[in-house]
T-cell receptor, first 113, second 115 residues
Framework: AAGVIQSPRHLIKEKRETATLKCYPI?????VYWYQQGPGQDPQFLISFYEKMQSDKGSIPDRFSAQQFSDYHSELNMSSLELGDSALYFCASSLSRVVHEQYFGPGTRLTVT | GEDVEQSLFLSVREGDSSVINCTYT??????LYWYKQEPGAGLQLLTYIFSNMDMKQDQRLTVLLNKKDKHLSLRIADTQTGDSAIYFC???????????????FGKGTKLSVKP
């Protein structure tokens, strides 16, 4: 069965650079969630989209922005990167906002040096 | 506020049962989940339970929910070395309008299975 695809899987950036993470949800899933997992931490919710509109917002810094496109894929844009942004970034998708099962992608490991 | 707590470590011998516990504070939680994360990997949805249920069994996994005490547990029968991973308890709630909110995770319990 098709799963959530994230790219790239690994990314190394320097401080103050920008990064773009991509997420391709499971086919027919219209809801996308972004989570950040720091080293040894639990995943923290950043932002979610439903039908290309922002649905909920969590602890996403102002330096980050995200959007969902007409094909339901989503991109997380991160600017002015800081050392503390080094983390695993997960995307999850669900069939709709009212379907409670969220399926996670493999994550993008971002390292900021 | 929303808070999910778990013990951080659990060590068992292969073939024994493992019980991972979780407590939560948000009484408006609608679904409670168990996710498994192997080293360097993503989060795998293992099982979930709706808040009006008190038990769910799925092969080797049994989920027990005590809504009065806001206590959730995951029992893994006949634990194998391949079960070694971090297990996250998570909750979600229903937003105004009926949509499901984001997942709120506990810190995770690291399960070590000794041969």
């Amino acid at each position: 069965a098709a799963g959530v695809i994230q790219s790239p899987r690994h990314l190394i950036k320097e401080k103050r650079e920008t990064a773009t993470l991509k997420c391709y949800p499971i086919p027919r899933h219209d809801t996308v969630y972004w989570y950040q997992q720091g080293p040894g931490q639990d995943p923290q919710f950043l932002i979610s989209f439903y039908e290309k509109m922002q649905s909920d917002k969590g602890s996403i810094p102002d330096r980050f922005s995200a959007q969902q496109f007409s094909d339901y894929h989503s991109e997380l844009n991160m600017s002015s990167l800081e050392l503390g942004d080094s983390a695993l970034y997960f995307c999850a998708s669900s069939l709709s906002r009212v379907v409670h099962e969220q399926y996670f992608g493999p994550g993008t490991r971002l390292t900021v040096t | 506020g929303e808070d999910v707590e778990q013990s951080l470590f659990l060590s068992v011998r292969e073939g024994d049962s493992s019980v991972i516990n979780c407590t939560y504070t948000d009484s408006s939680s609608t679904y409670l989940y168990w996710y498994k994360q192997e080293p360097g990997a993503g989060l795998q949805l293992l099982t979930y339970i709706f808040s009006n249920m008190d038990m769910k069994q799925d092969q080797r996994l049994t989920v027990l929910l005590n809504k009065k005490d806001k206590h959730l547990s995951l029992r893994i029968a006949d634990t194998q070395t391949g079960d070694s991973a971090i297990y996250f308890c998570a909750e979600t709630y229903q937003n105004y309008g009926g949509s499901q909110g984001n997942l709120i995770f506990g810190k995770g319990t690291k399960l070590s299975v000794k041969p």
